[in-house]
């Protein structure tokens, strides 16, 4: 597969109208029958989500961190795939393996101390390339760091606004 051929006309699209290069993702999160869980509908696809185990959930869904690290594991794999081909780095194999440690005393209120949220997440790619130079493989790792939409995200947190009201 050709990616500079199959991303020419897209490039040159947004070279020549920018504003078509802008979109926006949705994702609606819906009840279920148990506050411990819920459908995501992401317009392309429904998954099921639930709480985490430690918190009261059954363990049998993804968590919603689960779906947070899912989508950083996701995207590095993808960009690092996507740039090893377009950069023509000879690899027989990558994957990405995202771990997030989080305190679950911080989710349910056991302690002001303790954060909500992840305390640390640590991506290993692990790529596969005997035959690529070290130069290769340090701007493979460049360049997946520096185009991976959610990693980037992640470093970068964007203003996130927060509206509450009926839905009409």
């Not at 997030?100 to 692990?126: C, H, N, Y």
């Not at 130079?133 to 992640?154: F, S």
Request: glycine residues 8%; proline residues 5%; hydrophobic residues 35%.
């Amino acid at each position: 597969m050709d990616i500079r051929s199959l991303q020419k006309p897209l490039k040159e699209q947004y070279r020549r109208e920018p504003a078509s290069s802008r979109i926006t993702l949705t994702a609606k999160g819906s009840e279920t029958a148990t506050p411990l869980s819920c459908s995501v509908d992401i317009g392309r696809a429904i998954y099921q989500a639930e709480a985490h185990k430690g918190v009261g959930g059954t363990g049998t869904a993804a968590c919603s961190g689960d779906l947070l690290i899912g989508a950083l594991a996701a995207c590095a794999q993808l960009t690092c795939q996507l740039v090893a081909k377009a950069m023509g780095v000879p690899t027989r194999h990558i994957e990405v393996t995202v771990n997030g440690d989080m305190d679950l005393q911080g989710t349910l209120g056991l302690s002001k101390e303790v954060p909500v949220g992840f305390q640390a997440i640590r991506v290993q790619v692990d790529v596969d390339a005997p035959e690529a130079t070290q130069d290769q493989l340090r701007a493979l790792q460049e360049k997946t760091e520096q185009y991976c939409v959610v990693l980037q995200t992640l470093l970068h947190p964007p203003k996130i606004e927060s509206d509450w009201g009926p839905s009409n």
